[in-house]
C-alpha cells in the first residue's frame, strides 16, 4: 500500500478525539454505530463530531451509510488491517538479515 495513503491513516488517528471515535465505531462492528450514539457515548458536540468523522472518513477509515433518519459509522476494516500489516510486514527484517550476515562472517 502506498506509504502516503498510509500516513494520512495514521495522522487522522493521531488526534485522541478521532481515535476514541474510530474506537467505537470498531467496537460497534460490522453493523456500525449512529452518529447520534456516539455524541452520547463521547460526548462531543454535534460539529465537532461531524468534523472528525469527515476527516476519518477522507482517510478511507469510515464509511457512512443512511437509513431512514439514522445516520450510521461503519468502520472499513480492510482499510484497518492494511495499515496494521503495513507495519507489521516488515517487522524485525533488518535484525534478521543482520543475524545471516554476521552468521556469514
Not at 488526534?15 to 471515535?21: D, Y
Not at 456516539?38 to 437509513?67: C, D, K, V, Y
Amino acid at each position: 500500500m502506498d506509504i502516503d495513503i498510509i500516513a494520512k491513516a495514521l495522522k487522522e488517528l493521531g488526534h485522541p478525539t478521532r481515535l476514541s471515535i474510530f474506537k467505537s465505531v470498531i467496537r460497534a462492528g460490522y453493523q456500525g454505530i449512529a452518529v447520534g450514539g456516539l455524541q452520547t457515548q463521547l460526548s462531543i458536540p454535534g460539529s465537532t463530531l461531524s468534523h472528525h468523522i469527515s476527516s476519518l472518513a477522507s482517510a478511507g477509515l469510515l464509511s457512512q451509510r443512511r437509513e431512514g433518519r439514522i445516520l450510521y459509522c461503519v468502520a472499513e476494516y480492510e482499510k484497518l488491517q492494511s495499515v496494521i500489516g503495513f507495519l507489521q510486514d516488515e517487522c524485525c527484517i533488518d535484525e534478521v538479515k543482520n543475524n545471516a550476515a554476521e552468521s556469514e562472517q
